[in-house]
């Protein structure tokens, strides 16, 4: 059975028709080509997935489309218009840290990392290694995804 859902997504208001059984992941792929959000494990368990669904960071390969419907999706690749077509601080801060290695896990793990900055109050070391442990990165010992979190985190603070 199919379905018509209307969602905004990176800012943008798009209305499709989707399969009961499509994940959000898929939709976001190969529907609207927005192919920053990976797919790792299809079991909610690496993170690689994460898009921000009504301002919260969400799994998407755990989520229909259907479900989705009426809500508010930012990808990664929604992060660079919202700031003017400059990369968001959690990115520079990724760059600028070393905060990645293949890349495959990186636009997870930016946003969760910035979900955690908007909606927790983790900053030490142990707090970010705990709440990012959802998100597998098998390239890197995460101290510079640490690091690139603290940073990112201080210069989400500090920008208007």
Not at 19 to 42: K, N
Not at 97 to 106: M, V
Request: include cysteine; proline fraction near 2%.
């Amino acid at each position: 059975m199919s379905h018509k859902i209307t969602l905004k997504v990176n800012g943008k208001t798009v209305t499709r028709t989707v399969e009961d059984g499509q994940l959000l992941v898929q939709f976001l792929r190969e529907d609207l080509a927005l192919t920053g959000t990976h797919v790792g494990c299809d079991t909610a368990q690496c993170g690689a997935c994460t898009v921000h669904v009504d301002g919260r960071a969400v799994k998407s390969c755990s989520l229909l489309a259907v479900q989705a419907s009426g809500a508010e999706i930012t990808t990664i690749e929604g992060l660079m218009p919202a700031h003017n077509g400059e990369m968001h601080p959690m990115q520079a801060a990724f760059k600028e840290c070393h905060g990645l290695q293949c890349g495959f896990c990186t636009p997870g793990m930016v946003m969760s990392a910035i979900d955690l900055v908007q909606n927790h109050a983790c900053s030490s070391e142990g707090e970010i290694r705990e709440a990012l442990e959802g998100n597998i990165c098998r390239c890197t010992g995460y101290h510079n995804i640490v690091r690139a979190v603290q940073t990112g985190a201080a210069a989400m603070r500090n920008s208007p």
